[in-house]
């Protein structure tokens, strides 16, 4: 199972590093057009692929209680709860990466729209709340999923 956990890791960063190679040099992308996508298209399928494996393969093993943990006392973490604890985590980082990229262009449109129309700034403000509570939206399923565990 280990080796399911470092193909998905290594197809993650993988992504991560191309994506931020891009990012900071654009230029690189007509130069490396002919393998960018179906590197980055490999990867996720590699991605994908890894995810499917572990839940058909290491499904047992990942959720497979000791049975040797005494109630009120500090057990050995587990691969499910370990498991489980990234996946309480992931509703939080995800929301929170869609406000920020939500809360980005609202709030450059807002100080345009502010500057030409101070008298706009009420709404521009609920504008921006709406924005800013996906990521409290993503905190709460969190915390509802935390106190399952």
Known sequence: ?????????LAILGLIVSGILLELRPQLASRIRPWHKPAIGS???IFVGAQLALLL??????????GTEVPGTLGEMSVGMGLAIIGVGIPTG????????????IGAAS?????????????TLIYLGLAEGIAIYGLVIS??????L
Do not use: D, H
């Not at 199972?1 to 890791?9: P, Q, R, T």
């Open 143 to 148: 915390i509802l999923l935390l106190n399952k």
């Open 1 to 9: 199972m280990y080796w399911l956990v470092a193909l998905m890791s």
């Open 43 to 45: 990867q996720l399928v």
């Open 57 to 66: 393969l290491g499904i047992n093993e990942a959720f497979a209680a000791t």
């Open 94 to 105: 995800l929301s929170t990466i869609g406000a920020g990229i939500a809360v980005g262009p």
């Open 111 to 123: 100080l345009a729209a502010i500057t030409e129309k101070p008298e706009n700034l009420g709404r």
